[in-house]
């Protein structure tokens, strides 16, 4: 059974830098298949793909968000990382970390899901 536990503040001002860890365990971030993705829902919107990183540690990320994405990982700790720079209110959000699986242009290939994680951009 694959777990992921988002982590990390649930304010941040606006121009700062939003930056949340996803720790996972029942897997390996570093198995081949699968992608380690991030996901977002402002409030009354539907679900957002942010971006993901793979076994090798390859990123891709959403054209509308990324200049300002960074997405990395710590195999040692079983962990990655979302960093959003020079973030606004239209930033908040629910975030999510999840496991993806290829073959999809959707979210459908997400089999396992974190809690998600209230970030709120405000000053």
């Known amino acids: 059974q694959v777990q992921l536990q988002e982590s990390g503040p649930g304010l941040v001002k606006p121009s700062q830098t939003l930056s949340l860890t996803c720790t996972v365990s029942?897997?390996?971030?570093?198995?081949?298949?699968?992608?380690w993705s991030w996901i977002r829902q402002p409030p009354g919107k539907g679900l957002e793909w942010i971006g993901n990183?793979?076994?090798?540690?390859?990123?891709a990320y959403s054209p509308s968000l990324k200049s300002r994405i960074s997405i990395s990982r710590d195999t040692s700790k079983n962990q990655f990382t979302l960093q959003l720079s020079s973030v606004t209110p239209e930033d908040t959000a629910v975030y999510y970390c999840?496991?993806?699986?290829?073959?999809?242009?959707?979210?459908?290939?997400?089999?396992?899901w974190g809690q998600g994680t209230q970030v709120t951009v405000s000053s």
């Open positions: 999840a496991r993806d699986t290829p073959g999809y242009s959707d979210l459908r290939g997400v089999d396992y």
């Open positions: 029942g897997g390996s971030i570093t198995t081949n298949y699968y992608y």
């Open positions: 990183i793979d076994s090798s540690g390859s990123t």
